[in-house]
């Protein structure tokens, strides 16, 4: 049987410098990871890259940093091929990658409609397409989506619009792969208490969303915490290999289907 734990194995995180990304660098490498691609897309997260992979290193594990714009599909391959040189083998793929936008959806621009989907659905179909070349058989790949993909709101038609893709790019890589034994999940978090969330939001959205799960109540914000996500994701690309093809929702009750 293959092992399914992290030991010895090596890992590519799309965002993998700060917020969740960040997070789950670090667990990976403190759950024994042998290497960690930590990929940022602009120069103003170096400085938080550079801090990850400091920490991925502190915990055992190798570790390098590299910039690359994802919806670029050469962008994505040098991202792996790095990672290929660096460590000589993948194991695990993680793209945490994405961009919000809420307005109504009479006011959405063609610029902005096109960035959205490069972002979020352009770069994850090809970041998953690179890990089923390069991946090592018996490996996982996990997409963070949202838990938005579920709700009946308004102002969110791109955003959800924009990740929905994934599920299908999810279903399709997982009968594709799963001859070789490669597992492929998305998860979709609930509003997550980072700085990714608040931008969209107004004081008055803020703070029904922090009251909209099941379990608000048990969290600092009322919202998903990034260290609830985490765990899951490495459960996924171990343990839990036996699930794939699918979506599973980790919102504390914020919406299901």
């Given at each position: 049987?293959?092992?399914?734990?992290?030991?010895?194995?090596?890992v590519?995180i799309g965002?993998?410098?700060k917020n969740?990304g960040g997070?789950i660098s670090?667990?990976?490498?403190?759950?024994?990871a042998?290497?960690?691609?930590?990929?940022y897309?602009?120069d103003?997260?170096?400085?938080?890259?550079e801090e990850?992979?400091?920490?991925?290193?502190?915990a055992?594990a190798?570790?390098?940093?590299h910039?690359?714009?994802?919806?670029?599909?050469?962008?994505?391959a040098k991202?792996?091929d790095a990672a290929l040189?660096a460590?000589?083998k993948?194991?695990?793929?993680v793209?945490t990658?994405?961009?919000?936008?809420?307005?109504p959806?009479?006011?959405?621009t063609e610029a902005?409609?096109d960035?959205?989907?490069?972002?979020n659905?352009?770069?994850?179909f090809?970041f998953?397409?690179?890990?089923g070349?390069?991946?090592?058989d018996?490996?996982n790949?996990?997409t963070?989506?949202?838990s938005?993909?579920?709700?009946?709101?308004?102002?969110?038609?791109?955003?959800?619009?924009?990740k929905?893709?994934i599920?299908?790019f999810?279903?399709?890589?997982?009968?594709?792969?799963?001859a070789?034994?490669?597992?492929?999940?998305?998860?979709?978090?609930?509003?997550?208490d980072?700085?990714?969330?608040?931008p969209?939001?107004s004081?008055?959205?803020?703070?029904?969303?922090?009251?909209?799960?099941?379990?608000s109540?048990?969290?600092?914000s009322?919202?998903?915490?990034i260290?609830?996500?985490?765990?899951l994701?490495?459960?996924?690309v171990t343990?839990?290999w036996?699930?794939?093809?699918?979506?599973?929702?980790?919102n504390?009750g914020?919406t299901?289907?």
């Amino acid at each position: 049987m293959p092992d399914r734990s992290l030991h010895g194995k090596t890992v590519v995180i799309g965002g993998g410098a700060k917020n969740l990304g960040g997070l789950i660098s670090r667990e990976l490498a403190a759950g024994g990871a042998a290497g960690i691609a930590v990929h940022y897309n602009s120069d103003a997260t170096r400085a938080a890259a550079e801090e990850t992979v400091a920490a991925v290193r502190a915990a055992g594990a190798e570790a390098f940093a590299h910039q690359g714009d994802l919806t670029r599909p050469a962008e994505v391959a040098k991202l792996f091929d790095a990672a290929l040189a660096a460590f000589g083998k993948i194991d695990i793929a993680v793209n945490t990658t994405g961009m919000v936008i809420k307005k109504p959806l009479v006011e959405v621009t063609e610029a902005e409609y096109d960035r959205m989907f490069a972002v979020n659905s352009k770069a994850a179909f090809f970041f998953i397409q690179e890990a089923g070349k390069k991946l090592a058989d018996d490996g996982n790949i996990c997409t963070i989506v949202s838990s938005l993909l579920a709700a009946y709101t308004p102002f969110y038609a791109v955003y959800p619009g924009s990740k929905a893709p994934i599920e299908h790019f999810t279903r399709a890589a997982s009968k594709e792969l799963g001859a070789r034994g490669i597992s492929v999940n998305a998860v979709g978090p609930g509003p997550m208490d980072t700085p990714f969330f608040y931008p969209a939001e107004s004081q008055e959205s803020a703070a029904y969303h922090a009251t909209a799960a099941a379990l608000s109540g048990r969290t600092k914000s009322g919202l998903t915490e990034i260290r609830d996500i985490a765990p899951l994701v490495r459960f996924l690309v171990t343990e839990g290999w036996w699930i794939t093809g699918q979506t599973l929702f980790a919102n504390g009750g914020y919406t299901t289907r």
